[in-house]
Nanobody, 120 residues
């Protein structure tokens, strides 16, 4: 069974930094894309950043220049380095693995979410 476990959330002051990690475990052959989405109270879940297995990245305009996504394919792990955090970055951050190939299927999986709170 494939599971995604996130870590690294917490409370930080505006201008500070946090690093999120997400590790996928289970009988995984490969993962096409890994990424981060976030959901603030009363808002829809939105894309933050994604990274393909080949290394190409995509960022939301609101985080460009402040956040950096990276991954270690051999560990099925994705990271999100968040710098210059703003109060509007406050949300639950969710990791997603897209196109996870196992012996039985190719599916997408979500992590349980980790809270990021930025105080002003």
């Amino acid at each position: 069974q494939v599971q995604l476990v996130e870590s690294g959330g917490g409370l930080v002051q505006a201008g500070g930094s946090l690093r999120l990690s997400c590790a996928a475990s289970g009988p995984i052959f490969s993962i096409n894309v890994m990424g981060w989405w976030r959901q603030a109270p009363g808002k829809q879940r939105e894309l933050v950043a994604t990274i393909a297995s080949g290394g190409s990245t995509n960022y939301a305009d609101s985080v460009k220049g402040r956040f950096t996504i990276s991954r270690v394919n051999a560990k099925n792990t994705v990271y999100l380095q968040m710098n210059s955090l703003k109060p509007e970055d406050t949300a639950v951050y969710y990791c997603k693995a897209v196109g996870v190939l196992t012996a039985l299927s190719r599916s997408d999986y979500w992590g349980q979410g980790t809270q990021v709170t930025v105080s002003s």
